[in-house]
C-alpha cells in the first residue's frame, strides 16, 4: 500500500510502493487496433473514415443518433463532432493520417566548410 504524503500547498501526493501500479490495465489500445478485436477489416474501417469525413454536420449527427448505426460509425461521426464542437483539427488529422498516411518530412540542409591547417614542426 502506498503513502499519501502532504504538499507545500496543502493538496496531498500519492506515492505508490515499490512494484504496485497506478494503471493497472495500461495504455488504452489505439483507435484503428480497438475495431480490429471488435472483427473489423482495416479496410473497412479506412472507407468507413474516408465517407464519413465527406459528410455535413447534420449527416454526422443523424448517423451518430440512428440506432442501427454501427459501432465504427456511431465512434467516428462522435469523435469527429466533437473535434468540431472544440475547433481542435486533431480528430480530423489523426484520421487522415490513417487513410493516407503521413506527408513525407523533407529537411535540405545547406552551409560551407572552410578548413585551416597549421604546421608543426622545426624551421
Not at 504524503?5 to 496531498?12: D, N, V, Y
Not at 448517423?63 to 467516428?76: A, G, P, W
Not at 591547417?117 to 624551421?123: Q, R
Amino acid at each position: 500500500m502506498g503513502t499519501l504524503e502532504k504538499q507545500k500547498h496543502g493538496g496531498a501526493l500519492y506515492r505508490p510502493a515499490k512494484g504496485e501500479t497506478r494503471n493497472p490495465n495500461g495504455r488504452p489500445r489505439k483507435y484503428v487496433s480497438t475495431l480490429k478485436a471488435q472483427g473489423y477489416k482495416h479496410s473497412e474501417v479506412m472507407e468507413c473514415m474516408q465517407v464519413m469525413l465527406s459528410m455535413t454536420m447534420d449527416e454526422l449527427k443523424e448517423v451518430y443518433q440512428n440506432e442501427k448505426s454501427t459501432v465504427l460509425e456511431k465512434t467516428i461521426a462522435g469523435s469527429l463532432a466533437k473535434g468540431l464542437e472544440k475547433k481542435s483539427m486533431f480528430t480530423i488529422e489523426t484520421l487522415l493520417s490513417r487513410i493516407f498516411g503521413k506527408p513525407r518530412e523533407q529537411t535540405e540542409v545547406t552551409g560551407s566548410v572552410v578548413m585551416h591547417t597549421i604546421k608543426l614542426g622545426k624551421k
